[in-house]
């Protein structure tokens, strides 16, 4: 099987995947086990519609060998999810590795179910890295050639899950990586057939400050005028000690744990109660429900404010009076807190916070996106070179 195109956004708490432009996307949860507990993780077949969420395999890299359960296999196990909560480094962790390496095997199961046995060609691998990781290194590309050089290894996936097993060989042909946040700027002024956005005039005279959270960090990048790539490695900015996910697990150790007994659970509460922003518990047991909207909105009100206090003070040294700024936001975070950060902002700056802060439609996928859109322009420009 050829892939042209694999683009990962490897997530603490979710990954995001576009695979020759299909998407999809697996909780980043990771469950090592031996080989017979992976042996025998299933009584019966598993249906093509549930495959995502039954992913047990084997991958084989850099002299390594595990057996895994991955993604919603793994979730309601605390050990899968210890990572979390932590800052790891991307080019190293097994972790990551190997939820790419899952990404390939359930892409094949769904596009070649009959195949058990096959090569895996990857011409273009395009993976990220956050602000906080380049920027610990002494200079971006020593740790963005790292993390780029790290999937030229040879791959062995086995898919153990029954119904779907099969073996896989795979190599990349390519592989780049860019910088989370900046490579935003290319889904902010082209869409995915490359044709410019009728919104990037917007920007042409104008800077603009893309604002990122994440789970555990908040990256901040300014870019030029016309979004144009920031001038210096001073325009990138990570804000590692307000992580989303730490201040909900201090949350729930301090005042929640008879409702819950681990932060993958109380995070997915929080996800799907926020639009209500109404946090009514309700025991799956007794069904007796509890309404805990007093005791989690303060925190989540706290933290808006922290991080759009960062967002809006972090680069304001450097613009002079007169210059336009706009600032995105973007990330699962703000995805998920979107109507606390809209209402803080128009309570802060008024009408102003309606003109110059920008949430984009699926703005947690403008990563994925921008690198989807550089590897398609890559793609053209080898095909024109053939020529």
């Given amino acids: 099987m050829k892939i042209d195109r694999l683009i990962s956004d490897l997530g603490n708490s979710c990954s995001q995947f576009l695979i020759n432009g299909n998407y999809f996307e697996i909780p980043s949860s990771v469950k090592f086990i031996t080989e017979a507990e992976a042996k025998g993780s299933f009584a019966e ?8 969420n039954e992913l047990v395999l084997r991958v084989k890299f850099e002299e390594k060998e595990y057996f895994v359960k991955i993604g919603a296999k793994a979730f309601n196990d605390a050990l899968a999810n210890s990572h979390i909560e932590q800052l790891h480094d991307k080019t190293t962790s097994d972790v990551t590795f190997v939820i790419w390496a899952s990404s390939i095997a359930y892409y094949h199961a769904i596009h070649h179910p009959e195949v058990d046995d096959d090569t895996v060609t990857i011409m273009i691998n395009s993976s990220m890295i956050p602000v906080w990781l380049a920027k610990r ?28 097993n099969r073996k896989l060989k795979v190599k990349v042909v390519n592989s780049t990586t860019r910088i989370e946040g900046e490579t935003q700027r290319f ?7 490359l044709k410019l956005q ?15 959270i994440g789970g555990q960090t908040q990256d901040l990048v300014k870019l030029q005028k016309g979004l144009k790539k920031p001038a210096s490695a001073d325009d990138f900015q990570s804000v590692t000690d307000v992580s ?8 729930r150790k301090e005042k929640l744990m008879m409702y819950f007994t681990d932060l993958r659970t109380f995070e997915e509460f929080i996800v799907k109660s926020v639009p209500k922003q109404s946090f009514v518990y309700t025991n799956p047991t007794t069904w007796q429900s509890d ?33 336009e700024v706009y600032f995105i936001h973007t990330g699962g975070v703000v995805e998920t807190l979107k109507s606390y950060y809209q209402e803080y902002l128009l309570e802060r700056l008024g009408d102003v916070a309606v003109e110059r802060h920008i949430f984009p439609v699926e703005g947690r ?15 053209l420009k080898n095909e024109k070179m053939k020529l």
């Fill in 45 to 52: 077949n598993v249906d093509q519609e549930a495959l995502i």
């Fill in 137 to 164: 290194a002494e200079k971006f590309s020593i740790v963005i050639d790292r993390m780029k050089n790290r999937f030229l290894t040879e791959v062995e996936i086995e898919l153990l899950t029954q119904g779907f």
């Fill in 187 to 193: 889904a902010l002024k082209y869409d995915l057939d």
């Fill in 198 to 212: 009728e919104s990037a005039i917007h920007y042409k005279d104008a800077y603009v400050v893309i604002d990122d």
């Fill in 244 to 251: 989303f996910l730490k201040v909900l697990e201090n949350l």
């Fill in 291 to 323: 309404d805990l909207t007093d005791l989690i909105e303060p925190t989540l009100k706290r933290f808006v404010k922290v991080t759009m206090e960062k967002c809006l003070t972090t680069f304001s040294s450097t613009f002079k009076t007169g210059d």
């Fill in 365 to 379: 996928k403008l990563n994925l996106y921008g690198g989807e859109i550089v590897a398609k322009h890559e793609a």
